[in-house]
């Protein structure tokens, strides 16, 4: 069943601004990180990833930033828009298992 | 690009029966499969490992007798929920790689138990 009082971190960006999403992930051994898109009742959908031995990297509009030294990710997502509306979850890896984090939901006001 | 599909996407089911879910790769063969299970505003929680020709490996807190887990082949595993009850209702989500770097996810399962 539900959790109760749990509730998804929440960043309201205004159209046409750059949105940043925060992750701090748990392993120091993973070598291996994804941002997932999620929209309501449907399954993620993968946004970029990036490997271990980089600190950057980017794709259409969105920029992922992995610091190791302090375990954490981020997703830049530049212009955003409308559809960018949803929850994204980083995950971490190490081999094929997936670890997700909390995740944040994304409010785009026009 | 590479599609994995469930079935069904959604289910309901009276308390004390059992409900199957069911986990394909369409394109593509795999050896492992990855079983999810998200309640409403949470995150992804792993409960098993799907493994071909092998048992599932089950994470901590998860009852394998209750979340019955079979990779029948190379391109479907199959979760079953026994005995369900209210709490066991959930959105399950399955996962398969096509390699190490290349993780696809199915479009999930909206399970109510009532």
């Known amino acids: 069943g539900e959790s109760v009082g749990l509730h998804l971190p929440t960043l309201s960006v205004q159209e046409g601004d750059n949105s940043i999403i925060n992750c701090a992930y748990s392993?120091?051994?993973?070598?291996?990180f994804i941002w997932y898109k999620q929209e309501s009742g449907k399954g993620p959908q993968f946004i970029i990833d990036?490997?271990?031995?980089?600190d950057k990297r980017q794709g259409q509009r969105v920029t992922v930033l992995l610091n190791k030294t302090v375990k954490h990710l981020s997703l830049q997502i530049a212009a955003t828009q409308p559809g960018d509306s949803a929850v994204y979850f980083c995950?971490?890896?190490?081999?094929?298992?997936?670890?997700f984090g909390t995740g944040t939901r994304l409010k785009v006001l026009a | 690009g590479a599609v994995v599909s469930q079935h069904p996407s959604w289910v309901i089911c009276k308390s004390g029966t059992s409900v199957k879910i069911e986990c394909r790769s369409l394109?593509?063969?795999?050896?492992?499969m990855f079983w999810y299970r998200q309640f409403p505003k949470q995150s992804l929680m792993l409960m098993a490992t799907?493994?071909?020709?092998?048992?599932?490996?089950?994470e901590q807190g998860v009852e394998k007798d209750k979340f019955l887990i079979n990779h029948a082949s190379l391109t479907l595993s199959t979760l079953t929920v026994t005995s369900a009850h209210p709490e066991d209702s959930s959105f399950y989500i399955c996962?398969?790689?096509?390699?190490?770097?290349?993780?696809?996810f199915g479009p999930g399962t909206r399970l109510t138990v009532t």
């Open positions: 990036i490997r271990s031995n980089m």
């Open positions: 995950a971490e890896s190490k081999t094929y298992k997936y670890i």
């Open positions: 996962s398969a790689p096509r390699d190490i770097y290349e993780q696809y």
């Open positions: 394109d593509f063969q795999a050896t492992t």
């Open positions: 392993n120091s051994a993973s070598d291996y």
């Open positions: 799907s493994n071909e020709g092998s048992k599932a490996t089950y």
